[in-house]
T-cell receptor, first 116, second 112 residues
């Protein structure tokens, strides 16, 4: 079974530029998550989708971050404009559902973003 | 901010030794998960716990869901060099719709 796919793996941009990340979850997984992981910390949830609807985006900086999952499968996360503090690894995860064993989340390899 | 307190922050151990780490919170959780993250990779799920008092093993790894539902423990027995990495605990609260809260991680270094 293929895992969660993410691209690109690395991205270097200057502040105020825009960037987009792509995620393809495990086939059949209804729930998709985007996490931000700053160096030395655990992942922090940015946004959660159930199929193509947003379940939780309470920690997404909506003035600069946006995400979509139009057909309920793959998803994109965009930052516009980027700030220095956005330098982090952006992880995508997916799960079958949201409770009990259905919420075992499987992570992609992440995209390491460096903002100069 | 993160509500899970994970300790120790790092451990330097010799090959063959046992490793113990724990995660505590002031809140009750319904699910505890333990992940391992290697450099440049995403976290990999090691063990999942769903009931208070549950003790689950995966090879040399054993994890327990605390009776109070506010803590969890992970033990690694007879460590080997490939155990090197960062171990994260993650918890899900009952009304969280799948949202996981992560600890800050325990970095394990194994020396021959």
């Amino acid at each position: 079974e293929a895992g969660v796919a993410q691209s690109p793996r690395y991205k270097i941009i200057e502040k105020r530029q825009s960037v987009a990340f792509w995620c393809n979850p495990i086939s059949g997984h209804a729930t998709l998550y985007w996490y931000q992981q700053i160096l030395g910390q655990g992942p922090k949830l940015l946004i959660q989708f159930q199929n193509n609807g947003v379940v939780d985006d309470s920690q997404l900086p909506k003035d600069r971050f946006s995400a979509e999952r139009l057909k309920g499968v793959d998803s994109t996360l965009k930052i516009q404009p980027a700030k220095l503090e956005d330098s982090a690894v952006y992880l995508c995860a997916s799960s079958l559902g949201t409770s009990g064993r259905l919420n075992e989340q499987f992570f992609g390899p992440g995209t390491r973003l460096t903002v100069l | 901010g993160q509500q899970l307190n994970q300790s120790p922050q790092s451990m330097f151990i010799q090959e063959g030794e046992d490793v113990s780490m724990n995660c505590t919170s002031s809140s009750i959780f319904n699910t505890w998960l333990w992940y391992k993250q290697d450099p440049g990779e995403g976290p990999v799920l090691l063990i999942a716990l769903y009931k208070a008092g549950e003790l689950t093993s995966n090879g040399r790894l054993t994890a327990q869901f605390g009776i109070t539902r506010k803590d969890s423990f992970l033990n690694i027995s007879a460590s080997i060099p490939s155990d090197v990495g960062i171990y994260f605990c993650a918890g899900q609260q009952g009304d969280s719709w799948g949202k996981l809260q992560f600890g800050a991680g325990t970095q394990v270094v194994v020396t021959p």
